[in-house]
């Protein structure tokens, strides 16, 4: 007996339910014409992943009832092939039952159902739902309690039992253990698992266990593409029953990964493709990448605009945005201050050329000047500070949102994790802008990043674009003359290190001090992280690359007097 599975790992677009539809159904017809006889989509495929409070409008519901039924309807002709569609269902919908509008869409189902030859025949509610870091599906779902197995025709006629799961539901035994004892001959696990670093590795792992508790082989259906600060991977893959990787989808791509099975007197044989892992470096510059270019594309920005330092923040964030984007859709502006330093203006008019984009050199002095001025009468006796530093972030930060504002290109923002945390960075200044791009990136892994694109082209867009000098110079915000990051930071493997431990994995001051670091800076870097609070709230959408981010999965009060 084979079996032949198709997983749909495709890039859908969250309230496109007309679009998301027909890529499904065009996925279908693809599949069947070679073939096919079960084909996959990722979680909420209909509706995209996630739909946040969209889930609260009716009519939001509505329209995914709407586009269900025209993949149910356009894909009837297929015949002998098996769809499962994730989709949000009104709890009747669910449970097989006439389903009555008013239900609250508050308590909706996240749902997958089976379509095939013109009729839903299963319809299977998600058990376990996600209530942490990113996830808030609590919020818009309930949960169901109930397993779903359901047969397809094999090539040769003879029936396969498939035992459905959504996601997290393969993180818990019971609903796996669930679909074995209900006759279950393999799982399929329909996915819109977030990225961060190392989470493909940990994703598969965790799969295994499920595999050798149950002994059933499992397909897993993964969703690709970026939905504003988070980046699905894609990875899609299948593990024998033995728990071994008998194959894996490409990589943030979209792809129609095929999956045969065949039932031998020893067990299932399994060919799929196998795309090889990448290194943790390539992995993020690939999620950068990505996320990049669904953020602009899906909302319908016609390119980038950045200022460029000469820095090694602005530099790879030029880098990714060029791979992203193409260099006639990336524009990059030099603002020099009286303090910016000729070493900086060489290295970026070097970069520039190097990657082919535009770039301008819009000097900041007069503004600065005129500011000062302006401002004598209330500064007099008193002696230039902060005040006249930021003054020269904010002028730029002006500077380019006019430009957006005029020519219609977002402005992409360059600080990083580390200068997030601490608050190195000036409201609507350097913060101005419409997308954090390495918002989730701490200053060492800039570094490593910068190394790893000046060794790869991955996307044939030039070789070594950052020059040797941007990455070996000491960081500077050239704010004031002979100015370093350290002079008001720790060093940044330091600096990086505390805000892991303490940000990131919730470690108290005093254990991160027992480990070695430094009471002094460790106190500082706590106090920096507590009292930015206020201007981390006002920063623009960045990409999530790490398990905790300053976005959805950080949740810390403005106002607090906790100091622990």
């Excluded at 739909?51 to 509505?62: G, H, I, Q, S, T």
């Excluded at 869409?105 to 013109?118: F, I, Q």
């Excluded at 739902?129 to 779903?148: I, K, M, S, T, W």
Aim: a negative charge; glycine letters at 8%.
């Amino acid at each position: 007996m084979t079996l032949s599975i198709c997983v749909a790992q495709l890039n859908f677009v969250v309230g496109d339910m007309a679009g998301n539809a027909r890529k499904i159904i065009d996925a279908a017809q693809r599949a069947h014409a070679r073939g096919v006889r079960l084909l996959l989509t990722p979680e909420l495929a209909i509706c995209g992943y996630a739909a946040e409070d969209l889930y609260l409008r009716p009519a939001f519901v509505d329209a995914c009832d709407d586009a269900l039924k025209t993949v149910v309807r356009e894909t009837a002709h297929l015949k002998g092939l098996h769809i499962v569609v994730g989709h949000p269902a009104r709890p009747m919908e669910a449970a097989g039952l006439r389903r009555e509008r008013s239900v609250s869409v508050a308590h909706l189902h996240n749902a997958a159902s089976v379509v095939c030859e013109g009729r839903i025949t299963h319809t299977y509610a998600k058990r376990e739902l996600p209530n942490y870091q990113v996830f808030d599906e609590r919020r818009y779902f309930v949960p169901g309690h109930a397993p779903c197995v359901f047969e397809v025709s094999g090539d040769d006629g003879r029936p396969v039992k498939a035992g459905l799961l959504i996601c997290e539901d393969a993180w818990f035994d019971a609903p796996a253990a669930d679909c074995k004892a209900a006759g279950a001959d393999l799982l399929i696990v329909i996915n819109a698992s977030p990225f961060h670093a190392g989470k493909g590795g940990e994703r598969e792992a965790t799969m295994r266990d499920r595999v050798q508790a149950t002994g059933l082989p499992m397909v897993y259906a993964h969703l690709v593409g970026g939905q504003d600060e988070i980046v699905f991977e894609g990875r899609s893959f299948v593990l024998d029953a033995g728990g071994a990787l008998a194959g894996r989808a490409v990589s943030f791509e979209e792809t129609l990964f095929d999956v045969a099975l065949a039932r031998t007197g020893e067990g299932w044989k399994i060919t799929a493709e196998t795309d090889r892992a990448h290194s943790p470096e390539a992995d993020l510059w690939y999620a950068l990448v990505l996320g990049v270019r669904d953020y602009l594309g899906k909302n319908g920005f016609p390119g980038a605009i950045l200022g460029l330092s000469g820095g090694i923040d602005s530099a790879l964030v030029l880098a990714i945005a060029v791979d992203a984007l193409g260099k006639d859709r990336v524009r990059t502006v030099m603002m020099p201050s009286p303090y910016t330093a000729d070493i900086s203006w060489i290295d970026a008019r070097d970069m520039a050329t190097r990657l082919g984009v535009r770039y301008d050199e819009i000097a900041i002095a007069p503004q600065f000047e005129a500011f000062k001025a302006s401002l004598a009468t209330e500064f007099a006796g008193l002696p230039e500070d902060t005040t006249e530093e930021n003054l020269q972030a904010r002028i730029r930060g002006t500077l380019l949102m006019a430009l957006s504002n005029k020519f219609g290109s977002i402005v992409l923002t360059t600080g990083n994790k580390s200068e997030m945390a601490t608050g190195y960075c000036t409201l609507y200044g350097d913060m101005a802008g419409g997308f954090a791009v390495i918002k989730d990136v701490a200053k060492t892994m800039v570094f490593k990043l910068a190394r790893w694109r000046n060794a790869h082209d991955p996307y044939g867009t030039g070789a070594n674009p950052i020059p040797e000098r941007i990455i070996t110079r000491p960081p500077s915000a050239e704010l004031r003359p002979d100015q370093k990051d350290q002079d008001s930071l720790p060093e940044y493997p330091v600096l990086d290190a505390i805000i892991e431990r303490y940000m990131e994995n919730d470690q108290s001051p005093e254990s991160i001090v027992a480990a070695g670091f430094d009471r002094a800076d460790v106190d500082k870097v706590v106090r920096l992280i507590r009292i930015n609070e206020y201007k981390r709230r006002q920063a623009p959408v960045g990409i999530r690359v790490t398990h905790r981010s300053f976005g959805k999965d950080w949740r810390y009060p403005i106002t607090s007097k906790y100091r622990a």
